[in-house]
């Protein structure tokens, strides 16, 4: 393992389901595989949620309806 392999941390923009008085949100989620393998999956948030991830939409997100705790995660 080489300095060279650690690579800056890439996020991606993930949508929860809105259940209950929780409207859905946008999260961030630590990408691991190429985006093209985690299109539409569901993966575990960085706030703990579960949120569909949505390759389209970039982290950190121009969106105004945005986790803050994911926020402060990323930041
Ligand atoms: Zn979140």
Known sequence: MS???LAAT???????????PTSALWHAVELHRPTAEVDGA?????????ARIDVEQSWPTPARD?????????S
């Open 42 to 50: 569901c993966e575990l948030t960085l706030c703990g949620s579960l």
């Open 10 to 20: 890439t996020f991606v923009a993930a949508r929860s389901r809105a259940h209950g």
């Open 66 to 74: 945005v986790c803050p705790a994911c926020v402060v995660l990323t």
């Open 3 to 5: 300095a060279s392999t």
